[in-house]
Each structure stands twice: as C-alpha cells, then as structure tokens.
C-alpha cells in the first residue's frame, strides 16, 4: 500500500471489455452465479485488486471521508465489522498510527488480513468483553466509531431491517460510551434509513446527522450509511 489517496471513482482496468456472463452449474445456485457475475463485471472489485485493497468497500469509506473529512492524522478510530479490511486500510492510510502516535482499532469475528499499522481482534462485537477490549486497545476513548456490522440478510425487509438496527443500536451505545467529545459517529443501516428512535437519539447527543449512499454502493443494493458528527458528549 501507498499513501496515495485511492481514486473516489474507479478507472475501468479493462476498457471497453464485454459483459462477463456466469453460467449456472450442477454445484453453484442461481443466487451463486449473480453474485459471481455481478462480482467479475463490477470496476470497483477490479479497482480494489489493482490498488491493494482487501475489498471494494475501501471506495465507500474514501467517498464518505472526501465528503465529510471523516479523518484525520493522529485520530483514534474503531471499525466494527471490519472484515475484509477496506474501512481500516483506508483509516490507517489517513490516520497514519505508526508516525502519528493515533490508533486505528478494528474487531469482527470473520477473518481479516493483516492490515498495516491496525489493531485487529478476530472477535464478536457482541460478546460481553468486546467494548473493554476495544476500549483498552484504542487507549480509552475515540474519535471515531464506524461499523459496517450487517447480519446476513433474511430475504425479509422489514426483519432484514429489524435486524440491522439492533446491531447499529449496539454500536452507537458502545460509541456513546466511547466518543471524545466533537467525535464522529458512522453506522451501515438500510434504505428507510434510521429507526426513529437511533435517528432522535442521534439528532440529540450530535450536531449534524445525515444519511449517505456513496456511489461505490451498488445501485441495487438497499444499504445507506447515518454519520452523525460533532458529539455533545
């Protein structure tokens, strides 16, 4: 990885190349071969491997940071629901840890390549002792909390959503708890954003909140990201 910043919007590394089309086979479902199609023709996949990111959602924290300049160098950040990687190669290369003195701090319970600088425990964020944990890894408060956290989806909207909000309920307690104040708060929901309870509670403690879908989130997916900046403590 270089400390160049990576681009907003991908270059297209095979030009004018045709749609790959995936073939269903006896061992791979119709779901299957549309997730590796839509993987094989997306230019942000393509982009992440020729840049060295763990995975194309290192285009939607650039994004959401070259609009709201989420970080900053020497900051102290946690990621939760880090895997692949993309949010805390993207923090680490802002935040510059090593050099600056700050942290960058992730946690998920999948498997995550090593990320330079980063912090990283293989861990459920709702077991009981991950906040301590976290807590003492990130030296005792953050700047920053972001979670990607999403539980695999149901196929049922209203319990997808349900679902998704508990865990960015758990984290905004965890961030509550944690946040300096001025500190900034950045949560993966789904379209029809917030429940109005997160949404209320947030407009309270922060001194703006929005909703964002960057444009490396795919068109047909119902994800969208609330930031809430400027923590009151």
Known sequence: MTDKKPPSKPRNPRGAQKKVRVKTRAKR???SSRWLERQLNDPYVAQAKSDGFHS???YKIQQMHDDLNLFKAGMRVIDLGA???GWTQVACEIV???STGGKVVAIDYLD???VAEAIFFKLDFMDNDAPERLTTAVGG???VVMSDMAPPTMGHRETDHIRIMMLAEAAYEFAHEILVPGGTFLCKVFQGGSSETLLKQLKKDFTKVKHVKPHASRSDSAEMYVVAMG???
């Open 83 to 85: 895997a692949p990687g």
């Open 29 to 31: 479902s119709i779901s």
């Open 141 to 143: 408060k953050a700047d």
């Open 231 to 233: 923590f009151r403590g």
């Open 56 to 58: 194309r959602a290192a």
């Open 112 to 114: 995550m390549k090593p």
């Open 96 to 98: 510059k840890p090593k």
